[in-house]
């Protein structure tokens, strides 16, 4: 299997960044409360991550072994401001939509852990290539969680997409007289969400073990 | 598991390159000139990445004022049609001090609109303090005599899905949404007794379970309404750029 390979499964299941090492947790539970939210979020992540990872990977001979964290929190912080300000200047009516999100990214902890354990130690390709794959990662986590609990408070999915899409608008699937189960969107929800998430994560890994442990069975008998 | 190194606890430090020579570095590298070379580092890669940042800063900030300016227009426009005023609104304007009555904490600018010359409305902030959660700012066109022309929520935290359709563009009832009751109401008509919502036996609705982030609103804007009618004509009369206290 190819390094490429393996950093995409590790970013995409493996040691997928909430489901299996529950990073991140802050910006997950403030603002998966609806699907574009969630999206809005993750892509923006995927972005810092990549360029967090370019830049550490290219700069890691000049950085001191004992002064790498505030050297990393300094550059991370750095290109935070800078996406933050490209962005405003450039793409303003998005912006106007995910702009308070971008500053968020500076506190989720996914980006220095993995600048820390990867950036650090790997190549600058293979090293932006596990930004993305990692920020791929906790889109679809975040994605899922947002679209799960917007779903079961409003009855709603991709509400709020005519702020990015003009003309889209988001599609009511339960009827209308659904009362909401306010508890989804609250923080209490995001926990409960993520928690069957996770669960659900643990329960395939445990069941794929067991199976491979069955095959080596029959394969060595007497192994067993 | 491959070449990769993923654990970063299980890493000891003699991985990175840089680290290397510093523990096998001879004896006369004392600890003085060892902390001295780390400072200097730390320092060149705090001024590369101030640099770069201020570089970004100085690079985008003419694009950033004409969006700043542009959005404090839409604001604007959302309450006050470009058609009723033909002067130059932003240049025509009144420096506010902080006052209870409108619950800003900073100065903000108030402005008038005029056609032919003529008073038209007055465009104002205010914040209502007592939203469900935190402030509610609020965009308001008002006559000097205290009618509301029509109030927007520019910016407010209240619960998603609950108190946020004091928000038009978050509010369910897209063909008369919440906030249009108050377009066109006199202050001094509707009285400020009764410039409530219906809950607190005044006249503007509310929805039920989500009471405080409509009444945050609606006295909110009786406040300033009334602030404006008990100045009236005279704001109008102070010259452009002045300052009024409270």
């Known amino acids: ?224 | 598991m491959s070449e990769l190194e993923q654990k970063p606890a299980a890493e000891p430090a003699v991985e990175l390159d840089i680290s290397a020579p510093l523990i096998a570095a001879p004896k006369e590298d004392s600890v003085l000139r060892v902390s001295a070379r780390t400072a200097t580092i730390l320092l060149v890669f705090t001024v590369v990445f101030t640099a770069l940042m201020a570089g970004t800063y100085t690079a985008t900030k003419p694009l950033l004022d004409a969006s700043a300016l542009a959005e404090k227009l839409r604001a604007i426009d959302e309450v006050l049609p470009r058609s009723a005023y033909d002067n130059d609104l932003l240049a025509d304007y009144v420096q506010l001090t902080p006052a209870k009555a409108l619950g800003n904490d900073d100065v903000t600018r108030l402005y008038r609109a005029r056609k032919d010359g003529k008073p038209v409305a007055l465009v104002l902030e205010a914040v209502a303090p007592d939203g469900y959660a935190g402030r509610i700012s609020l965009i308001l066109a008002a006559t000097p005599d205290g009618r509301l022309l029509a109030q927007r929520v520019t910016g407010h935290r209240e619960t998603p899905g609950l108190g946020d359709y004091i928000d038009p563009k978050k509010d369910k009832n897209k063909a008369r949404p919440w906030i249009t009751q108050f377009n066109d109401k006199l202050l001094a008509e509707v009285t400020p007794a009764k410039w409530r919502v219906k809950k607190d036996g005044g006249v503007f609705d509310q929805m039920s379970g989500a009471t405080i982030s409509a009444r945050a609103v609606t006295n909110a804007s009786g406040r300033a309404l009334a602030w404006v009618a008990e100045r009236g004509e005279k704001l109008f009369a102070l010259p452009s750029g002045e300052t009024l206290g409270e």
């Open chain 1, 1 to 224: 299997m190819g390094v490429y390979t393996e950093i995409a499964k590790n970013g995409f299941w493996k040691q997928n960044v909430i489901l299996a090492q529950v990073l991140g947790l802050c910006p997950l539970l403030a603002v998966s409360t609806t699907l574009v939210n969630a999206v809005s979020l993750g892509l923006a992540t995927i972005v810092v991550m990549a360029l967090a990872n370019l830049a550490i990977s290219a700069l890691r001979a000049f950085i001191p072994y004992e002064i790498r964290i505030p050297v990393f929190i300094l550059i991370i912080a750095a290109l935070v401001t800078v996406v933050d300000m490209a962005f405003n200047a450039m793409l303003h009516d998005l912006y106007l939509v995910l702009g308070i999100f971008i500053p968020l990214i500076v506190t989720n902890c996914i980006v220095l852990a993995r600048v820390e354990a990867f950036a650090a130690k790997n190549s600058v390709g293979a090293s932006t290539w596990d930004g993305i794959m990692m920020g791929v990662g906790f889109v679809w986590v975040i994605g899922l969680l947002g679209a799960g609990r917007e779903f079961i408070a409003q009855g709603t999915i991709f509400s709020g997409i005519e702020m990015i899409i003009p003309g889209i608008q988001g599609i009511q699937v339960l009827p209308e007289s659904y009362p909401g189960f306010l508890i989804a969107i609250l923080p209490p929800g995001a926990f409960f969400l993520l928690g069957l998430l996770i669960a659900l994560r643990n329960w395939t890994e445990a069941r794929a073990n067991e199976r491979a442990k069955a095959r080596l069975r029959q394969q060595i008998p007497s192994a067993a």
